[in-house]
């Protein structure tokens, strides 16, 4: 009795184990899809600095706003002040105007407006498009 139970085990051992080994003949190519990923711009800095800013009735700021984007993507980018003007309002970061950090820089200039706004305070927002993101940096400004 004992040799067919012996036979038997070492059958149902082989078939246990077979499900668990699997070999190929040929090669076998495995594919997969991945989706892009676009990060939003990053504001680094802003000179001079984005605290509340005092300047006289017409005058005249100069900004640079420094950027980054991972994917160096063509950024457009819209200054949109409260009151008084900006110089540009808009435009284009194209890829080849990024620095070797991915970085990029948007100048711009703010004349204040002629009379003093109620409560003095006002705002310019830059906004930086990557085409799927949108980030907007507040510049608060107190007019005098």
């Given at each position: ?63 640079i706003l420094s950027f980054r984007d991972d994917e160096k993507d063509t950024v ?44 003095n305070l006002t705002t310019a927002t830059v906004t930086l498009n990557d085409g799927s ?12």
């Amino acid at each position: 009795m004992k040799k067919p139970l012996i036979i038997c085990l070492l059958v149902l051992s082989a078939a246990f184990f077979s499900w668990f080994f699997v070999s190929a003949n040929q090669s076998v190519q495995v594919s997969a899809v991945v989706g892009s990923l676009n990060h939003s711009p990053i504001v680094l800095s802003l000179a001079p600095a984005s605290e509340l800013k005092m300047l006289g009735t017409s005058k005249i700021q100069n900004y640079i706003l420094s950027f980054r984007d991972d994917e160096k993507d063509t950024v457009s980018y819209t200054i949109t002040p409260a009151d008084g003007y900006t110089n540009p309002i808009s435009g284009t970061i194209n890829p080849g105007d990024y620095d070797s950090g991915s970085g990029a820089y948007v100048n711009f200039t703010y004349l204040a407006p002629a009379t003093v706004p109620a409560g003095n305070l006002t705002t310019a927002t830059v906004t930086l498009n990557d085409g799927s993101n949108l980030v907007n940096k507040v510049i608060n400004l107190y007019i005098y």
